[in-house]
């Protein structure tokens, strides 16, 4: 199951408990493996984007894995870096403290201040009363970490799935996918977007109700420079869709709490269920994914790359067509010369996964033109990405895929996978 709302609708979080023509691509770029999850004590199951920090190490979280225990897998989790060298250091095994306290299972990518401390959500553990409903956490560069909030699945929300946007300030905004009480996404709420302010005062700015407004964020939301936030939710907009829970919407939160609803998704031509994180220009579009709707794979939606202009109008720049372009998407970054990047979860190579794909990494240049950078094999090289890529300003490219690598390793799903996932290097 992919790392999405469908994935965390199951987590451990808390009880506030969803054949294409194939032609071989050319592969235009290399991809280099960095490194091999290889489970317990090691990580498994990178969901998140990974953070580049300023001496060329990347740092990220694994759902599962690691020391922890408590959870529904083996292991609750890591936090984990790669220098250069491919050399992995795990730097963190959550679920260390009695009754998680300390937080498990984070599945978001992390963010760090000039200091080298970094800063993250996850979803499960913590002290809250009624539920362990997931934590913000600090962890140091000694390796200490320090809970900042812990969520308790009500008013304060649940369960967040993303990571923190920070402000010049030194503010932190988030969202969690459940709680804020308002709303019928289950018992306790539709989820909120919250601050964290330097002092360490928690406050929230909208609660979704999973009407119009939206409901279950799931993307990072991006700042501006008038301290507006943006982002995405998996449910709400239009409520014919899908029978009653939406298709999702792109939405605005000003400074003051007030939500603005950008888009909303039909699940037709248009998309569906956004996914993965946004991107933005200087002239103030918004560019991301979604994972179903779109006119191609025969009507079958396989999802699309859209653009929102300021005035809350959208253009499908494409949409997958399967086989081997690809389908589901994980979100955008965008170069300044206006070119897409992402990765797709399915597609791709179709001998892989029962004909399914292991997917591939796509750009979508400023003509709206698709080129596959690359195929997983589901093999050594790894397979499904489960996060979108990240840029080093070289024109390099760095992502993580669930499965593949260490074929010793098997993700304890039905049924398990071959390989715990991997780190990995697109070059030109």
């Not at 304060?156 to 503010?171: C, Q, S």
């Not at 939160?253 to 031509?269: D, P």
Request: aromatic content about 10%; hydrophobic content about 30%; glycine content about 20%.
């Amino acid at each position: 199951m992919k790392p999405t709302a469908k994935f965390f609708l199951v987590s451990l979080a808390c009880a506030l408990v969803i054949a294409v023509f194939y032609a071989p691509p050319a592969q235009a770029q290399t991809l280099t493996t960095l490194h091999t999850f290889s489970g317990p004590p090691d990580g498994e199951f990178a969901a998140a984007n990974l953070f580049l920090g300023s001496q060329g190490n990347l740092y990220g979280t694994t759902y599962s894995g690691g020391t922890g225990t408590g959870c529904v897998y083996t292991g609750c989790g890591t936090i984990f870096k790669v220098d250069s060298s491919g050399n992995e250091t795990v730097l963190y095994n959550f679920c260390s403290l009695a009754n998680c306290a300390d937080g498990g299972e984070p599945g978001a990518r992390l963010i760090a201040d000039s200091e080298g401390n970094l800063y993250g959500t996850a979803t499960a553990g913590g002290t809250g009363v009624s539920c362990r409903c997931g934590v913000v956490f600090k962890l140091d560069s000694a390796g200490k970490e320090a809970v900042l909030h812990s969520f308790t699945g009500g008013a304060d929300g649940g369960a967040p799935a993303t990571g923190l946007t920070r402000d010049a300030e030194g503010n932190f905004y988030g969202t969690t996918q459940y709680g804020g009480i308002t709303g019928d996404c289950n018992e306790n709420g539709c989820g909120v977007v919250f601050k964290l302010d330097t002092a360490g005062h928690f406050s929230v700015l909208y609660r979704f109700t999973g009407g119009t407004d939206g409901g279950i964020p799931q993307s990072d939301l991006v700042l501006d420079s008038k301290g507006n936030l943006y982002g995405t939710t998996f449910a709400g907009g239009h409520l014919d869709c899908f029978d009653g829970p939406g298709c999702g919407v792109v939405f605005k939160v000003n400074a003051t709490g007030q939500e603005t609803v950008l888009y909303s998704f039909t699940g037709g031509v248009n998309g569906g269920l956004p996914s993965g994180n946004l991107a933005s220009d200087s002239a103030g579009n918004l560019y991301g994914t979604a994972a179903l709707g779109g006119n191609g794979c025969n009507g079958s939606s396989c999802g699309v790359i859209y653009k929102i202009n300021s005035s809350g109008e959208e253009t499908v720049l494409y949409s997958f067509t399967g086989g081997a372009r690809g389908y589901d998407p994980n979100g955008i970054i965008r170069d300044r010369g206006g070119n897409l990047y992402g990765a797709t979860y399915w597609g791709g190579n179709q001998s892989c996964i029962d004909g399914l794909g292991c997917g591939v990494v796509f750009k979508l240049d400023t003509a709206d033109n698709l080129t596959v950078l690359y195929t997983f094999t589901g093999g050594a090289d790894g397979g499904n990405p489960s996060s979108g890529l990240i840029s080093d300003g070289k024109g390099n490219g760095y992502g993580v895929t669930k499965v593949g690598g260490d074929a010793n390793c098997l993700l304890e799903e039905n049924p398990p996978y071959v390989g715990c996932g991997t780190v990995y290097k697109i070059t030109p």
